[in-house]
């Protein structure tokens, strides 16, 4: 494994006995809300208190954040509480005033991770800043795309970065919001392991009854830290209310999650194991989706063949399948006996579902 970590970090200067912790309400609604929820927050796991000002709304006429108005309610939470700040920039404008406000981390939005152009203005505005820059991945599964804009930030000088895994768009309709595709981020923490790496459950399940499994996930798979959408009244929010939790749901959050020490050897040999469990079980989580996939398709195909009044075995098809697989199979080191087994019972669930449809 590449994923031990060699540099000193902002975080690991921070010297935290627990994950990185950033919360606070999807958008800054007014001032007593920000006010009321950053005291709620207070003297709990939470390091930075997040808030969005200028949101990114997919569709015009939402409410699109109360603009520079909110830095001065950020700026009230840091004096009230002495939770550090934080929230998103998408161009040099908002980079401007986000520093003259004193904003302790910026994060740039996965629709602005997707152009370079942003990126570029962004790091331009930015420029030999000692702030903490985050960059979310871009909407689309383009780990080149995250790589490129963290590259044009530490071409500017910026120093103090780290990166967010907020899930990615899809045209299917999933459990989740935005996809994990946890692949991508295990990719991502073996080629930058001295890159601090943050998940956003929220954005990635957009539902708060999945959260903590979620981030049950990142911190296994190794993840430094959670940034978690907080409400004290998620149901009336103004954006994202669906996944918003309560400052007391995060607290019970933060309590029940396990968390990996890595100081003693026996500690460092289990969570090794637990990463290299979760790896095991996020796969095959996409094995039995794929499945399902599959068994759908070949429905649809029993479908056809009733209407058709064709025999469900066909024969010739199902021997070139087999051949394909077997080579396939031997050049990712499965013995063809075991692809054999697995494609005979693939098969013969689909033969199932074909029947099952043609006989009504
Ligand atoms: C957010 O954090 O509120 C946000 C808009 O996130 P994303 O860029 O991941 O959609
Ligand atoms: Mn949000």
Redesign the pocket.
């Known amino acids: 494994m590449e994923n031990s970590k060699q540099m000193r970090t902002w975080l690991d200067d921070m010297k935290l006995d627990h994950p990185l912790v950033i919360a606070g309400p999807?958008s800054a609604e007014t001032e007593e809300q920000v006010l009321k929820i950053a005291h709620e927050l207070k003297d709990t796991d939470v390091n930075y208190f997040r808030a969005?000002i200028w949101?990114?709304r997919t569709r015009p006429g939402n409410f699109e954040g109360v603009g520079a108005l909110g830095l001065k309610w950020l700026q009230k939470v840091k004096e009230e509480t002495g939770l550090k700040t934080c929230t998103?920039v998408a161009n040099a404008a908002h980079v401007k005033l986000a520093l003259e406000y004193d904003v302790d981390l910026l994060?740039i939005?996965?629709?602005s991770t997707v152009s370079p152009f942003i990126m570029q203005e962004i790091a331009d505005a930015l420029e030999g800043t000692d702030k903490i820059v985050l960059v979310?991945n871009p909407i689309n599964p383009d780990l080149s795309l995250w790589l490129g804009g963290i590259e044009r930030l530490y071409t500017a000088g910026i120093k103090n970065l780290g990166a967010i895994h907020?899930g990615f768009s899809t045209y299917e309709k999933t459990k989740y919001r935005n996809i994990p595709e946890w692949q991508l981020a295990i990719e991502f923490q073996n080629k930058f392991p001295d890159l601090p790496l943050i998940s956003?459950p929220s954005?990635i399940t957009g539902n708060r009854e999945m959260i903590f499994d979620v981030s049950q996930t990142a911190l296994d798979l190794n993840f430094d830290g959670l940034m978690i959408?907080t409400h004290y009244d998620p149901e009336n929010a103004w954006s994202?209310a669906a996944q918003q939790v309560t400052p007391e749901k995060l607290v019970q959050i933060m309590r029940d999650l396990k968390i990996r020490k890595e100081s003693d050897p026996e500690a460092e040999y289990n969570s090794e194991l637990t990463n290299l469990r979760a790896q095991i079980d996020v796969i095959d989580g996409q094995l039995i989706e794929m499945l399902g996939k599959r068994m759908k398709i070949s429905d649809s195909i029993g479908g056809l063949k009733k209407q058709k009044n064709v025999a469900v075995l066909q024969s010739n098809r199902w021997n070139q399948i087999l051949g394909a697989m077997i080579l396939e199979g031997e050049s990712k080191g499965l013995s063809e006996e075991f692809i054999l087994k697995m494609f005979k019972a693939i098969h013969q669930e689909s033969i199932n579902h074909q029947e099952k449809i043609i006989n009504g």
């Open positions: 999807c969005g949101k990114p998103e994060w939005g996965a629709r979310k907020r956003d954005h959408e994202d």
